[in-house]
Nanobody, 121 residues
Framework: QVQLVESGGGSVQPGGSLRLSCAAS????????MGWYRQAPGRQRELVAT???????NYSDSVKGRFTISRDNAKNTVYLQMNSLKPEDTAVYYC???????????????WGQGTQVTVSS
């Protein structure tokens, strides 16, 4: 039984910062890609950032230069540091852990329950 628990969401003013955390528990086998996705009302869920087992990162163009993803493998935790927040960043943010095979194909996929981030004045 795998659980992903997010924390750190809340309400901030434009230009503010938040740090999201996601702790994974249970048995997750294989190489793990960890990431953050978000979904605003009336819109599809979109990728925010991912980080691979080797530390390689990938960011959506909309957050590049403002957000930083990192991971602590010993704690099975992934973080998202969000700076210079904009109203358009308002969404529910979801933690994701994907397991991949040796060719990089996804063989497992796990989601957290989501945490609300609201950016408004």
């Amino acid at each position: 039984q795998v659980q992903l628990v997010e924390s750190g969401g809340g309400s901030v003013q434009p230009g503010g910062s938040l740090r999201l955390s996601c702790a994974a528990s249970g048995s997750i086998f294989g190489r793990k890609v960890m990431g953050w996705y978000r979904q605003a009302p009336g819109r599809q869920r979109e990728l925010v950032a991912t980080i691979g087992s080797s530390g390689s990162t990938n960011y959506s163009d909309s957050v590049k230069g403002r957000f930083t993803i990192s991971r602590d493998n010993a704690k099975n935790t992934v973080y998202l540091q969000m700076n210079s927040l904009k109203p358009e960043d308002t969404a529910v943010y979801y933690c994701n852990v994907a397991t991949v095979d040796t060719l990089g194909y996804r063989v497992g996929n796990y989601w957290g329950q989501g945490t609300q981030v609201t950016v408004s004045s």
